[in-house]
């Protein structure tokens, strides 16, 4: 019975390690890539909706409407008859 538990107990011992490895999930490459491609497309995101609120702000404070071709018209001399 003896050779039975210390048998079981040094296959525990052996065996941990192995185990402490297959567990951390952050050192595998394909782990990392799948972070940095979430933390990239956060970015992104965040750059997209900045630049959303920028054109927003840019649009409500161009609420007159000028005419870009008033220079180029000749003056109407014509009265209305």
């Known amino acids: 019975m003896k050779k039975l538990f210390f048998g079981a107990i040094a296959l525990v011992v052996l065996a941990a390690p192995a185990l402490a490895q ?7 490459p394909l782990a990392i890539l799948e972070r940095d491609k979430k933390q990239q497309a956060e970015q ?3 750059q997209y909706q900045r630049a959303i609120e920028r054109s927003r702000k840019g649009a409500d404070t161009a609420t007159t409407r000028t005419d ?4 180029m018209r000749a003056p109407n001399t014509e009265s209305k008859r």
């Open 68 to 71: 870009p071709w008033a220079n």
């Open 22 to 28: 297959k567990g951390s999930r952050d050192s595998e």
């Open 44 to 46: 992104v995101d965040q």
